[in-house]
């Protein structure tokens, strides 16, 4: 890198994958790749420089004692010339260095495990909410419970044979209900008209149920767990962390409203940056912060090396268009000069055309979650349908059991027999026929 014709300048490098990846060759010798490389070996054309990376491998943030760590902290104390980074610019930041033209606006959301489709016994009941099968069941029992002594004042007023008692119209009710025939039929008009009313209503019921139902079952949509702030600080299932020394560090750290503030508060750890925490995050160890071209490049990745999509970007922003620039010593002369180049290099497009061809492989894995299911309309496995199967056994075994076995038994059938009892002689002795004082006839009605 350097000619020594020169003065060599020293460039404090820390890797941001894919910005700037840091490698160190056998002899000890610090040397980046990517976009920040291929801008250095234009830069070499003006001015010579060696490598040099921060002893505690951070960005940079200050200090209790006012002085500042990382690569900033070399600024500061003039130790190097300029820093690669690229940086996010802060006000705070800028009190202890000079930032160059913008290079990029980068916006940072949440990476995580990429949620997946599963089955839910409880799956039956989701077509509609709680509200509407508490509504459902009340306006059966409020059938039920008209129905009863409106029969049976029909019953009685028009002396009809039949029947109907609060267990049969509560069998009737669910027949009806679950769009099952029933042989029972309410006794006249009255009762018929509230029984069509029932019918319309359960027929409209259940269908909308069963069209519904079958849609969430053959293609279900998968349940994103956390896709905002507000998602992550509520649940307590997967911790998230915050990259050590950087710009998001620094910013939940001073945040004052209450959702940014319980995201500082609340987090498990810390890692060096993204990239290196990439495998941990698709495996589910934890959630991280980090700006969205790294998710990317961690996405493409993967993709590239599985074949498949482990993680997951959150639709909500935790922070956008944050401007990301080199830092310079204060009152740098290097910082004008480089900033021309630095412009020439964006207008030409030749910066993000070095930063695309970092990032390939990311269409399919930054589709939502639900387009995984490559096969389409998918057949119903058994733990699909365990809940409903669940659900049926147990209200058969409740019916069944002795204090409510009265709905499933047919009430007594009265038969009034008439019977024409004769004894007399002649029926004990066939051959021989006595009429008179000692005969016996008995005629019970």
């Given at each position: 890198?350097?000619?020594?014709?020169?003065?060599?300048?020293?460039?404090?490098?820390?890797?941001?994958?894919?910005?700037?990846?840091?490698?160190?060759?056998?002899?000890?010798?610090?040397?980046?790749?990517?976009?920040?490389?291929?801008?250095?070996?234009?830069?070499?054309?003006?001015?010579?420089?060696?490598?040099?990376?921060?002893?505690?491998?951070?960005?940079?943030?200050?200090?209790?004692?006012?002085?500042?760590?990382?690569?900033?902290?070399?600024?500061?104390?003039?130790?190097?010339?300029?820093?690669?980074?690229?940086?996010?610019?802060?006000?705070?930041?800028?009190?202890?260095?000079?930032?160059?033209?913008?290079?990029?606006?980068?916006?940072?959301?949440?990476?995580?495990?990429?949620?997946?489709?599963?089955?839910?016994?409880?799956?039956?009941?989701?077509?509609?909410?709680?509200?509407?099968?508490?509504?459902?069941?009340?306006?059966?029992?409020?059938?039920?419970?008209?129905?009863?002594?409106?029969?049976?004042?029909?019953?009685?007023?028009?002396?009809?044979?039949?029947?109907?008692?609060?267990?049969?119209?509560?069998?009737?009710?669910?027949?009806?209900?679950?769009?099952?025939?029933?042989?029972?039929?309410?006794?006249?008009?009255?009762?018929?008209?509230?029984?069509?009313?029932?019918?319309?209503?359960?027929?409209?019921?259940?269908?909308?149920?069963?069209?519904?139902?079958?849609?969430?079952?053959?293609?279900?949509?998968?349940?994103?767990?956390?896709?905002?702030?507000?998602?992550?600080?509520?649940?307590?299932?997967?911790?998230?962390?915050?990259?050590?020394?950087?710009?998001?560090?620094?910013?939940?750290?001073?945040?004052?409203?209450?959702?940014?503030?319980?995201?500082?508060?609340?987090?498990?750890?810390?890692?060096?940056?993204?990239?290196?925490?990439?495998?941990?995050?698709?495996?589910?160890?934890?959630?991280?912060?980090?700006?969205?071209?790294?998710?990317?490049?961690?996405?493409?990745?993967?993709?590239?090396?599985?074949?498949?999509?482990?993680?997951?970007?959150?639709?909500?922003?935790?922070?956008?268009?944050?401007?990301?620039?080199?830092?310079?010593?204060?009152?740098?002369?290097?910082?004008?000069?480089?900033?021309?180049?630095?412009?020439?290099?964006?207008?030409?497009?030749?910066?993000?055309?070095?930063?695309?061809?970092?990032?390939?492989?990311?269409?399919?894995?930054?589709?939502?979650?639900?387009?995984?299911?490559?096969?389409?309309?998918?057949a119903l496995s058994i733990e699909a349908m365990a809940g409903s199967?669940?659900?049926?056994?147990?209200v058969s075994h409740t019916i069944t059991s002795p204090p409510l076995?009265?709905?499933?038994?047919?009430?007594?059938?009265?038969?009034?027999?008439?019977?024409?009892?004769?004894?007399?002689?002649?029926?004990?002795?066939?051959?021989?026929?006595?009429?008179?004082?000692?005969?016996?006839?008995?005629?019970?009605?």
């Open positions: 890198m350097a000619t020594h014709s020169r003065p060599v300048l020293k460039v404090a490098v820390e890797q941001w994958v894919p910005w700037t990846k840091v490698l160190t060759d056998a002899d000890g010798t610090v040397r980046i790749e990517g976009p920040m490389a291929n801008l250095l070996d234009i830069l070499s054309n003006v001015l010579d420089y060696d490598l040099v990376r921060p002893t505690d491998r951070v960005w940079g943030g200050p200090l209790p004692n006012g002085s500042w760590n990382g690569m900033l902290g070399q600024l500061q104390r003039q130790e190097v010339e300029f820093a690669v980074g690229p940086f996010g610019v802060t006000d705070l930041r800028e009190t202890v260095c000079d930032f160059s033209t913008p290079l990029y606006s980068e916006n940072n959301a949440i990476l995580m495990v990429r949620p997946t489709l599963q089955s839910d016994m409880a799956g039956f009941v989701k077509p509609f909410t709680g509200q509407v099968w508490l509504l459902t069941l009340l306006s059966l029992a409020v059938v039920v419970a008209v129905m009863t002594p409106l029969a049976a004042v029909e019953v009685r007023l028009f002396k009809l044979s039949m029947r109907w008692s609060l267990s049969k119209t509560t069998i009737w009710g669910l027949k009806v209900f679950t769009q099952e025939g029933s042989v029972d039929v309410p006794p006249l008009s009255a009762s018929r008209l509230l029984a069509a009313v029932w019918l319309l209503a359960s027929l409209v019921f259940m269908s909308s149920y069963s069209g519904i139902l079958t849609a969430m079952l053959t293609v279900p949509r998968v349940t994103i767990p956390i896709d905002s702030l507000a998602d992550l600080v509520a649940q307590k299932d997967l911790p998230w962390r915050l990259e050590t020394g950087s710009m998001m560090f620094q910013y939940f750290k001073e945040a004052q409203d209450g959702v940014r503030r319980e995201v500082f508060r609340g987090i498990s750890g810390t890692f060096p940056d993204c990239w290196a925490a990439r495998e941990d995050i698709a495996s589910g160890k934890y959630a991280a912060i980090c700006d969205k071209t790294t998710m990317k490049k961690a996405m493409s990745w993967d993709f590239s090396t599985s074949g498949k999509c482990h993680l997951y970007i959150s639709r909500e922003l935790v922070y956008t268009n944050a401007i990301i620039a080199m830092a310079f010593q204060s009152n740098s002369t290097y910082l004008g000069p480089i900033n021309q180049i630095i412009l020439t290099v964006k207008e030409a497009g030749i910066l993000d055309q070095w930063l695309s061809a970092q990032i390939t492989n990311t269409s399919q894995c930054l589709r939502p979650p639900t387009a995984d299911r490559s096969e389409g309309i998918a199967f669940l659900v049926l056994a147990g076995s009265f709905l499933t038994q047919h009430p007594p059938t009265t038969v009034n027999l008439h019977y024409h009892y004769q004894i007399s002689p002649t029926t004990l002795h066939p051959h021989h026929h006595h009429s008179g004082p000692n005969s016996h006839h008995c005629d019970p009605q």
